[in-house]
């Protein structure tokens, strides 16, 4: 039997092929029908220039209806789908291109002279456009294209995604997930978090990560109810549409800034069952002063590109704060010390993850792979916690050098990396630290040196020599000039004493 994830997801769709799908902000519907032969367009069209069941389809565009078309397209094509942030630049994309070699390279219409050139580097087929209001060749010629598709039989183990997630070498990885990986999830999620008839999602999360395009939508068409799909967060947007959404899904940062609103009350959440939050830590203030502004209880759930969600708060059952609850049905999760050696209750270990929804491994990276699974099978998440007596989860820190700012991953190698190589830079440090809105925000210590002019370069040099190379929410948003970094014995630089040292930078904004 095929486990094709269009199939799951087409076993939700309601029987009314009019029912509501999308509904877009200007108030108009897009059909589960519709929907449905949009995607076999798309489908009917990536199979008209050649690709194959296994070929990867790159996409970087803004998020649209056609943009979601195209996802299931690829489903429905057997193709395997590669998002990236519509924020990667030449460096990030040249780098997946070459790595992925994907035979289709869906762009913006900004970016069309850079793609062909990487594109031909890389040796991508074919270059198509898909602007923001979902218009452009793609779109033109997908409509030329027959209404039906018979979506291609995959097996459960078949690729159905590559999900880049930077590393802390510096080298960004593919995740590769399956058909059964994501189909799991889904149902597992859709279930637990109770989705029933008459939900309606807000969707304000980007549609390149595992958090919207995956949680949030296929939760969403599962349940065969319609989505508010909005193209982006926005807190004002989202005061007017939350009265009308039963289910909303977001990162810590949405929380704050929904909360910073003084109009966002009671009244506005009246018809919401559900708010999730997840992706990053979310403190526990929030948390508190969101339960009595709206008498409502965030349910905050981990996961991780690499294995979808892992765990989560109960839906019905005390959903504890500062705690991202139990392991979900068909996950199992462990604390183990430096030997993988579980750790006894309320002891702080590395957290591992076993389960259908954990990924079938790093694209071109055996051995990378192998190194992030434990001898029994468990991945290695890179996450400390603990488990306390009731079997709530906490997240402790982590043991990689990873920053989390607005919910985004952001390694510090691959800056650190971009930094050394501008010219007057002897060395620098990247580090998180913390920030009123977007939790963890990048900051960089360099050490520079003069010319022979005796001149040295400025925190705006520097700023501006990784903007276009780097997507914006990883440059640094402060530089601050050292003359040493702080090193241990064995020389290894101390990024915990440049997170004290800079820990107040942003205190006050
Ligand atoms: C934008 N900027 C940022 C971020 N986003 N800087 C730091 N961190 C960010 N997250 C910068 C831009 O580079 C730009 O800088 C300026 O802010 C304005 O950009 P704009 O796009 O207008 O910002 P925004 O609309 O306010 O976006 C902030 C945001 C967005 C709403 C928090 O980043 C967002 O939607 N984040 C959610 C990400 C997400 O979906 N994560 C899930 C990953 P300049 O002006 O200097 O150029 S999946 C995952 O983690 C796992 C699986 C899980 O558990 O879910
Ligand atoms: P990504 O690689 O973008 O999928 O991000 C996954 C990482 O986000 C995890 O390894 C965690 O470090 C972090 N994360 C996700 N959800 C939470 C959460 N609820 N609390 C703390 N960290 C989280």
Redesign the pocket.
């Known amino acids: 039997m095929s486990e094709n994830m269009y199939e799951i997801l087409q076993a939700g769709f309601p029987e009314n092929p009019g029912s509501a799908c999308l509904i877009l902000p200007d108030g108009s519907e897009i059909s589960y029908g519709r929907l449905r032969q949009e995607s076999a367009r798309c489908a009917n069209l990536l199979v008209s220039l050649g690709v194959e069941p296994g070929d990867r389809v790159a996409v970087q565009v803004r998020k649209s209806p056609q943009a979601l078309f195209l996802y299931l397209g690829c489903l429905r094509a057997g193709a395997v789908y590669l998002p990236m942030n519509d924020?990667y630049q030449r460096h990030e994309i040249e780098y997946f291109l070459a790595d992925a070699t994907p035979r289709v390279f869906v762009c913006r219409p900004q970016i069309k002279a850079l793609a062909g050139e990487l594109a031909g580097k890389a040796g991508v087929s074919h270059v198509l456009e898909l602007d923001d209001e979902g218009g452009g060749d793609l779109a033109g010629r997908a409509a030329a294209q027959p209404d039906h598709f018979t979506t291609i039989p995959r097996d459960g183990n078949d690729l159905a995604a590559i999900?880049y997630t930077s590393g802390t070498t510096g080298r960004s990885k593919g995740a590769m997930l399956s058909h059964r990986n994501l189909a799991v999830n889904a149902q597992v999620l859709h279930k637990y978090w109770g989705f029933k008839p008459g939900d309606v999602l807000l969707h304000?999360?980007?549609i390149?990560?595992?958090?919207?395009l995956?949680?949030a939508i296929h939760c969403s068409l599962l349940n065969g109810t319609p989505m508010l799909f909005e193209p982006?967060?926005?807190a004002q947007r989202a005061l007017s549409l939350l009265p009308k959404a039963t289910v909303f899904m977001?990162?810590p940062?949405?929380y704050t800034?929904l909360l910073a609103d003084p109009g966002f009350t009671k009244e506005t959440c009246v018809n919401m069952r559900l708010f999730v939050s997840?992706?990053?830590p979310l403190l526990i203030e929030t948390f508190q002063e969101f339960q009595q502004r709206t008498s409502q209880t965030i349910l905050e759930?981990?996961?991780?590109?690499?294995g979808?969600?892992f765990a989560s708060n109960p839906y019905d059952g005390e959903r504890r704060g500062g705690t991202v609850g139990f392991p979900l049905p068909e996950v199992a999760i462990r604390i183990v010390d430096e030997q993988n050696r579980p750790v006894e209750i309320g002891d702080v270990g590395q957290i591992q993850v076993k389960g259908k929804s954990v990924f079938r491994g790093y694209w071109n990276m055996p051995e990378k792979t192998k190194e992030e699974f434990s001898a029994d099978g468990f991945f290695k998440t890179g996450d400390m916690g603990k488990i306390d007596k009731d079997g709530y989860i906490s997240i402790i820190g982590r043991a990689k050098d990873l920053v989390?700012?607005?919910?985004?991953?952001?390694y510090p190698k691959e800056i650190e990396e971009m930094i050394d190589i501008i010219p007057g830079v002897t060395e620098s440090a990247v580090i998180g630290v913390p920030?009123p809105?977007?939790g963890?925000?990048?900051v960089a210590a360099v050490i520079r040196q003069k010319n022979e002019r005796g001149l040295a370069l400025t925190e705006a040099e520097i700023?501006a020599s990784l903007?276009g190379e780097l997507?914006?929410?990883?440059?640094p948003?402060r530089v601050y000039f050292i003359d040493d970094l702080p090193r241990n014995s064995m020389g290894k630089i101390q990024k915990k004493a440049l997170r004290e040292q800079f820990a107040s930078s942003f205190k006050g904004n």
Not at 208 to 212: Q, S
Not at 471 to 475: E, I, L, R, T, W
């Open positions: 924020a999900l304000m999360l980007p390149f990560h595992v958090h919207g995956f949680v982006k967060f926005d977001g990162v940062t949405y800034r997840g992706s990053a759930r981990y996961g991780m590109t690499e979808n969600m989390i700012s607005g919910g985004l991953n952001i920030h809105d977007f963890e925000a990048v700023i903007k997507a914006g929410f990883k440059v948003k």
